[in-house]
């Protein structure tokens, strides 16, 4: 059978949280400067990309342990988690927000992997849709070129590395962060953290989400216009290790590296028939520069998307 749950909503308080948690300063989800945004559809702000698949892992997590697949993932050493969103709408304040997961389809050939078709709507209409797999190997960036940077911690926070085309952008977790993106996320906290047991997991998605933060730092560096020229994810595409994941501390530097990349082809989304050229290649690496997730950013133009509907 299918989940299906349409009880979740999220508020402006959800998104303002969820915001503050992760630094994320876009015009899209800010309740006093939405209105600047040129031509902007919405007639509001919108939630945040990551805070709606932050939601859609705690939903599978309850999955997993509904259908016991815990072990099944844990016998098969499937450490990667794979997420692969387009973004077909946007989720508003006060919408009901539905989340539909599909039967669990477990595979040994071509790959050992878990996985669960996935598709959100809000107001009624079609928001998110994609998957989320469990996996032995990463499967976005499976040969990372990553140059040899040195010392991360010597290269000065955001700026581009010397030498490379990458982008740098430095941020320290925190449980106290990891906390508030969950509550924004309409997720318990408990299900990762509790003091009085000595637990502290963090979610998939939180070290994800810190790099909405890291494309605009770059894009204010890049001088660019948020209000003429805002820009909408068009999909995501994350692989993140929950072996290194375990490992993570609170108080620990996350170092985000960033670069543009040429289009891929079968854009996805909302932007699917745009020629976009914001395509990000992105890593979170540890201190010891353990790549802790890798992923594939697009976004497209607003403007070229509102145009491309009048066709």
């Known amino acids: 059978m299918n989940q299906s749950d349409s009880s979740d909503v999220f508020n402006q308080i959800h998104i303002d949280v969820a915001r503050n948690a992760t630094d994320d300063f876009n015009l899209f989800h800010d309740r006093n400067r939405w209105l600047r945004i040129n031509r902007n ?31 099944l993932i844990e016998d098969n050493n499937l450490r990667f988690s794979n997420y692969q969103f387009s ?45 989320k797999k469990e996996s032995k190997f990463a499967l976005f960036l499976t040969n990372p070129n990553i140059p040899q940077f040195g010392s991360l911690i010597q290269h000065p926070d955001r700026s581009f590395i010397s030498g490379s085309s990458f982008f740098l ?41 810190l790099i909405s933060s890291a494309l605009l730092e770059k894009a204010v560096i890049e001088k660019h216009d ?7 994810y068009m999909s995501h595409k994350i692989s993140i290790d929950r072996t290194y994941l375990a490992q993570l501390k609170s108080g620990e530097a996350l170092y985000i590296i960033i670069r543009q990349i040429p289009a891929d082809l079968k854009n996805e989304g909302i932007g699917h028939a745009i020629n976009s050229p914001y395509h990000y290649e992105c890593y979170g690496l540890m201190e010891d520069k353990t790549i802790l997730y890798r992923a594939l950013i697009s976004l497209a133009p607003l403007e070229q998307i509102l145009n491309s509907l009048k066709k």
């Open 87 to 131: 973004f077909v709408n946007a989720v508003k304040p006060g919408q009901a927000i539905s989340v539909n997961i599909k039967k669990s389809q477990f595979t040994e050939e071509p790959e050992t992997a878990l996985s669960n078709r996935i598709t959100v709507k809000a107001g009624g209409a079609l928001a998110l849709l994609g998957y």
């Open 169 to 209: 952008k430095r941020k320290y977790i925190t449980i106290s962060n990891a906390k508030n993106f969950l509550c924004g996320s309409l997720v318990d906290q408990d299900a990762f953290f509790d003091p009085f047991k000595n637990k502290a997991v963090f979610p998939e998605i939180f070290p994800c989400s």
């Open 226 to 232: 948020f209000e003429r020229n805002p820009l909408v």
């Open 41 to 71: 559809p919405f007639n509001g702000p919108i939630a945040l990309g990551f805070q709606v698949e932050s939601l859609l892992e705690h939903k599978v997590f309850l999955h997993r342990k509904t259908h016991n697949e815990n072990k």
